[in-house]
T-cell receptor, first 116, second 112 residues
């Protein structure tokens, strides 16, 4: 079974709808992240959480919110979806790397979201 | 100007060729450099990481960092069709756990 799972894998919705993307992990990591990937722009950080009580905005948090329900679960919400939020969304987890204090991030399979 | 620049490709090579993938960056504070491989319809997976300058080898893969030129490379020897994927470089400042800067990825196709 995959260590990092995302649901749904694909979603088509309409402008103005509320959407929730969910992420679960069995790696036992404290740190979780949400990224979006757009062609030509690479991965951009939306939100990150270092533990259940810690939520931080990333590079492009406007229009998004998150909830860390448990160590293993981190959800991303689009309160009122708009077409330019059409993208591939990835959840990632991390723990401190061995030997030095830098993260190694493990990614889920992604959710392809289309906003019409 | 983007923090990290990467040629999107696609790069098409015959099986067995040596592949060179590259990224340039602008932030001289970057000291942790990573290469991720992303297969179609999958999430990125960490391939290699290096700390500061120099080379690191892992099997057919070699990561190279030239901090003076702000340039990193990934070399793949004896490329295989299974290496066909998008390769993303990523980098961060030491101790800045929340901020990885990703390149946009280079799509590689290794033809049998």
């Amino acid at each position: 079974d995959a260590d990092v799972t995302q649901t749904p894998r694909n979603r088509i919705t309409k402008t103005g709808k509320r959407i929730m993307l969910e992420c679960s992990q069995t790696k036992g990591h404290d740190r979780m992240y949400w990224y979006r990937q757009d062609p030509g722009l690479g991965l951009r950080l939306i939100y990150y959480s270092f533990d259940v009580k810690d939520i931080n905005k990333g590079e492009i948090s406007d229009g998004y919110s998150v909830s860390r329900q448990a160590q293993a679960k981190f959800s991303l919400s689009l309160e009122s979806a708009i077409p330019n939020q059409t993208a591939l969304y990835f959840c990632a987890t991390s723990d401190l790397g061995q030997g030095f204090s830098q993260d190694t991030q493990y990614f889920g399979p992604g959710t392809r979201l289309t906003v019409l | 100007q983007k923090e990290v620049e990467q040629d999107p490709g696609p790069l098409s090579v015959p099986e067995g060729a040596i592949v060179s993938l590259n990224c340039t960056y602008s932030n001289s504070a970057f000291q942790y450099f990573m290469w991720y491989r992303q297969y179609s319809r999958k999430g990125p997976e960490l391939l290699m990481y290096t700390y500061s300058s120099g080379n690191k080898e892992d099997g057919r893969f070699t990561a190279q960092v030239d901090k003076s030129s702000k340039y990193i490379s990934l070399f793949i020897r004896d490329s295989q069709p299974s290496d066909s994927a998008t390769y993303l470089c990523a980098m961060s400042e030491i101790g800045n756990f929340n901020k990885f800067y990703f390149g946009s990825g280079t799509k590689l196709n290794v033809k049998p």
